[in-house]
C-alpha cells in the first residue's frame, strides 16, 4: 500500500516564477492538506481539498492556490514566488469522516533564489 | 487564537526516559497530536488523544493531558538513539479541521 507521495523532491526556481507541486494521497482517502514548513519552524497549514474544492484554507496569500482531481491527487502552485517562498512543503492525506489521522509525504524542497 | 508552544531542545542517555511538553492555548482543542520527524523526512503520526482522555499509552509513549493547564506531554520509555529526532505537538478541533503545529522539540539521544 503506498503511502502519501509527493513531486518532485526538489526544486529550484527563480523569483518571480510559477511552481506546481504535486500530491497523490495514500490509498483510500479522499482528503489532501497542503502546508509549509518554513527552516526550522513547524508546518503551517495553507489549505485542504475534498471533493475537488477548497474546504478551510490558512493565513497564505492569493498567490497561493490548489487543486484537487476526480482521483483525489491534488497540485499546489505559487504564483510570483518571493525568497520567502523557499521552505519544505509537505502534502498531508486522510478519511473525511474517518478516524482523523494525516498521513505525510516527505515533501518537496522549494529553494527561489 | 491557537498557539502551540515546546521547549526547542531536549538532551537524554540512552535508556533513560524522555518527557517532552507542549502547552497550546485553543480550549477548544478536540485532538492533539504527536508528530516525529526525523532529518530530511516527513512527519509521522506517533500518536493522537482526545480532549476528553487524560492518558494514553501505546508501547514505549505515553500521553498525559492536562486540559485545565492546556498542558500536553509525551514520555518515550527507554529512550533509543532511533528516537533522535525532532518532536511536533499539534492540535485540531477535530473532524477535518486544520492542524496547528508547534515549533518542535529536538531530541538528543546520547549513547
Known amino acids: 500500500d503506498a503511502g502519501v507521495t509527493q513531486s518532485p523532491t526538489h526544486l529550484i526556481k527563480t523569483r518571480g516564477q510559477q511552481v506546481t507541486l504535486r500530491c497523490s494521497p495514500k490509498?483510500?482517502?479522499?482528503?489532501v492538506s497542503w502546508y509549509q514548513q518554513a527552516l526550522g519552524q513547524g508546518p503551517q497549514f495553507i489549505f485542504q481539498y475534498y471533493e475537488e474544492e477548497e474546504r478551510q484554507r490558512g493565513n497564505f496569500p492569493d498567490r497561493f492556490s490548489g487543486h484537487q482531481f476526480p482521483n483525489y491527487s491534488s497540485e499546489l502552485n505559487v504564483n510570483a514566488l518571493l525568497l520567502g517562498d523557499s521552505a519544505l512543503y509537505l502534502c498531508a492525506s486522510s478519511l473525511t469522516g474517518g478516524p482523523y489521522e494525516q498521513y505525510f509525504g516527505p515533501g518537496t524542497r522549494l529553494t527561489v533564489t | 487564537g491557537e498557539d502551540v508552544e515546546q521547549s526547542l531542545f531536549l538532551s537524554v542517555r540512552e535508556g533513560d526516559s524522555s518527557v517532552i511538553n507542549c502547552t497550546y492555548t485553543d480550549s477548544s482543542s478536540t485532538y492533539l497530536y504527536w508528530y516525529k520527524q526525523e532529518p530530511g523526512a516527513g512527519l509521522q503520526l506517533l500518536t493522537y488523544?482526545?480532549?476528553?482522555?487524560d492518558m494514553k499509552q501505546d508501547q514505549r509513549l505515553t500521553v498525559l493531558l492536562n486540559k485545565k493547564d492546556k498542558h500536553l506531554s509525551l514520555r518515550i520509555a527507554d529512550t533509543q538513539t532511533g528516537d533522535s529526532a525532532i518532536y511536533f505537538c499539534a492540535e485540531s478541533k477535530g473532524g477535518y479541521q486544520k492542524v496547528t503545529f508547534g515549533t518542535g522539540t529536538k531530541l538528543q539521544v546520547i549513547p
Open positions: 490509498s483510500g482517502h479522499d482528503t
Open positions: 488523544i482526545f480532549s476528553n482522555m
